[in-house]
């Protein structure tokens, strides 16, 4: 029997396989959501004037969700009187979020003149949650700069903003992807990055998502209206605990995922 020479590489392969197999085999897309009328899993019952199925603006398939935003929804003061609806979609707890959305706002849309026009939110099973949003970016009230949000922050007890190295334009769509990265209990290593096109636009790898004894998860995406003037669309909405990647035609494809640094092989 011919013996084959057997090294420390080719050992330290073999193990390197092995541990990430089980990571590998535990990514999943939790849903990949045409949003069209009988296909979604969404509830938009009651909710009519806020979300709308849209055949006529689609990015794919037969149609889109549209969410109109009247006058009342554009006040001096936050929110506005009769300016809600929100819409929430489970999945299994995660610690790890993977959003992918195709996103396009009507020419000439206002964002909120005193805050941010929110676009979606990452609900836990505890208090704190994450959103993501438009406005105020490099101090431009009203602005189009794709904002994160960490809401009820334990470390100081507020919200701390994200401001990524992008800004939107009207009439066009955009293929948005964002990962959050629950933090250890206790440790500010959370993760917030967004990509718009494939191209990365935010990178922040010290969110303090969870205080020590906080073993809340990520448990459902929201989507709802709050402030802002025009329309905006949203189609192939998907989430998971795996990067999903842009799809269909328009955009560029998807980069790939940033090479894990600090790592040692011994």
Not at 190 to 206: F, K, L, R, S, Y
Request: hydrophobic share 35%; glycine share 12%; net charge neutral.
């Amino acid at each position: 029997m011919q013996m084959r020479n057997v090294t420390i590489g080719h050992i330290a392969a073999l193990l390197s396989c092995l541990v990430l197999w089980p990571m590998l085999a535990s990514a999943t897309v939790f849903w990949d959501d045409e949003l069209e009328s009988g296909n979604t899993g969404y509830d938009f019952t009651g909710l009519t004037g806020v979300f709308t199925f849209d055949t006529s603006v689609k990015m794919s398939g037969a149609g889109s969700i549209r969410l109109d935003y009247p006058s009342m929804c554009q006040p001096y003061t936050y929110g506005g009187t009769g300016c809600g609806g929100f819409t929430d979609r489970s999945f299994p707890t995660t610690d790890t979020f993977y959003r992918r959305v195709y996103f396009m706002m009507s020419a000439g849309f206002q964002t909120s003149i005193d805050t941010f026009t929110k676009m979606f939110r990452s609900d836990t099973t505890g208090a704190n949650s994450n959103w993501w949003a438009m406005g105020q970016g490099n101090g431009i009230v009203g602005g189009k700069t794709f904002v994160d949000g960490a809401q009820n922050v334990p470390a100081i007890g507020q919200s701390v903003n994200y401001f990524s190295s992008f800004t939107f334009s009207d009439a066009r769509w955009y293929c948005i992807e964002t990962y959050e990265k629950l933090n250890t209990p206790g440790v500010a290593n959370g993760i917030a990055q967004a990509w718009v096109d494939g191209v990365q636009v935010m990178n922040v790898t010290n969110v303090m998502y969870r205080q020590a004894g906080d073993n809340s998860m990520f448990v459902n995406n929201r989507l709802y209206r709050q402030t802002g003037i025009g329309s905006i669309w949203y189609d192939r909405l998907a989430v998971g605990n795996t990067r999903i990647g842009c799809a269909g035609t328009g955009t560029p494809p998807p980069t790939v995922p940033s090479t894990p640094t600090n790592l040692q092989v011994h």
